[in-house]
Nanobody, 126 residues
């Protein structure tokens, strides 16, 4: 089973940007990867997913137009570019393998959350 490691979180002012990275030993282009977030006291939210950059890439309405998911197969890294950050984007961000349908990603995790990585904290505050 893949062990995901997220990085790139931190404290940023509203309107700022961050770029999150996701890696996993053994990750290959066969896997579809999703980004999720969970704010304190709130349910987990699916943000986006990617199998390959030419395929289907959905975004949650809350981040559409501000966040961009990408993938570098050369180094097996999936990233999440976050621009125009808002205080409501404050959460722990996770990446995880997601289910595929006809070779395209879905926003359904492949494994339960207790098998995920530690996540990376993003705090948007002035």
């Amino acid at each position: 089973q893949l062990q995901f490691v997220e990085s790139g979180g931190g404290l940023v002012q509203p309107g700022g940007s961050l770029r999150l990275s996701c890696t996993a030993s053994g990750l290959t282009s066969d896997y579809a990867i999703g980004w999720f977030r969970q704010a304190l006291g709130k349910e987990r939210e699916a943000i986006s997913c990617i199998k390959n950059r030419d395929g289907y890439i959905p975004y949650a309405e809350s981040v559409k137009g501000r966040f961009t998911i990408g993938r570098h197969n050369a180094n097996d890294t999936v990233y999440l570019q976050m621009n125009s950050l808002k205080p409501e984007d404050t959460a722990v961000y996770y990446c995880a393998a997601v289910r595929q349908v006809y070779g395209q990603c879905t926003l359904q995790p492949l494994y339960p959350q207790n098998y995920w990585g530690q996540g990376t904290q993003v705090t948007v505050s002035s």
